[in-house]
């Protein structure tokens, strides 16, 4: 259980990196990984309590880190 947690922690951070060098957002590098440490974090804990998931946990970490650089920038950003 919590070699898939880190593991889903380590893809979070690959794709928070990749998609700052592909120009994908911008955030930062920092945030755009602690942004992606959250998503996967909410959607391992959902996987946990729930048993709800996408697939495997690689493609889970994949889908909340994604989603979660969608969701939150935005959201940040309407408020100003």
Same mark, same amino acid.
């Given at each position: #259980? %919590?070699?898939? %947690?880190?593991?889903? #922690?380590?893809?979070? +951070? *690959?794709?928070?990196? !990749?998609?700052? @060098?592909?120009? &994908? /957002? @911008?955030?930062? =590098?920092?945030?755009? *990984? =602690? *942004?992606? &440490? +959250?998503?996967? %974090?909410?959607?391992?804990?959902? @996987?946990? #309590?729930?048993? !709800?998931? %996408?697939?495997?946990?690689? &493609?889970?970490?994949? *889908?909340?880190? $994604?989603? $979660? !650089?969608? !969701?939150?920038? /935005?959201?940040?950003? +309407?408020? @100003?």
């Amino acid at each position: #259980m %919590f070699f898939s %947690f880190f593991g889903s #922690m380590v893809i979070a +951070g *690959i794709v928070g990196y !990749l998609s700052e @060098r592909w120009d &994908l /957002t @911008r955030n930062g =590098i920092l945030p755009s *990984i =602690i *942004i992606c &440490l +959250g998503g996967v %974090f909410l959607v391992y804990m959902i @996987r946990i #309590m729930f048993h !709800l998931s %996408f697939g495997s946990p690689g &493609l889970d970490a994949i *889908i909340g880190a $994604a989603g $979660a !650089l969608i !969701l939150v920038p /935005t959201a940040g950003r +309407g408020r @100003r």
